[in-house]
């Protein structure tokens, strides 16, 4: 029912920026975490940043940590990822997803986007 739409991917030079967008259809109450997610191919979904849309909690995988920052915009119903000092080990199609709690297993997260790519040049 809800659903979730990113843009923003593309290529991207080593050491370059993007910054990713999510459009949330609509939020719900039970629903109050937003989170990033990536894969690449023949690897698992890997999480990336999370933020609450209440309290504007944020927290970060070991990786993402002083590189990205995620951001949201209530009235507009949308999530962003700003990505900074990007390297080729960060090239993957990237998710935007909707869940109950603050943690970074995919499983507690239960509606996602169709993912946008973003591909780092060596």
């Known amino acids: 029912q809800v659903k979730l739409v990113e843009s923003g991917g593309g290529l991207v030079r080593n050491g370059g920026s993007l910054r990713l967008s999510c459009v949330v259809s609509?939020?719900?109450?039970?629903?109050?975490?937003m989170a990033w997610f990536r894969q690449d191919s023949g690897k698992e979904r890997e999480f990336v940043a999370g933020?609450?849309?209440?309290?504007?909690?944020?927290y970060y995988s070991t990786s993402a940590s002083g590189r990205f920052t995620i951001s949201k915009d209530n009235g507009l119903n949308t999530v962003y990822l700003q990505m900074n000092s990007l390297k080729p080990e960060d090239a993957a199609v990237y998710y935007c997803?909707?869940?109950?709690?603050?943690?970074?297993?995919?499983?507690?997260?239960?509606?996602w986007g169709q993912g946008t790519q973003v591909t780092v040049s060596s």
């Open positions: 997803a909707s869940g109950g709690v603050v943690l970074k297993q995919p499983e507690y997260f239960d509606t």
């Open positions: 609509e939020r719900t109450v039970d629903r109050p975490v």
């Open positions: 933020i609450t849309w209440t309290g504007d909690y944020t």
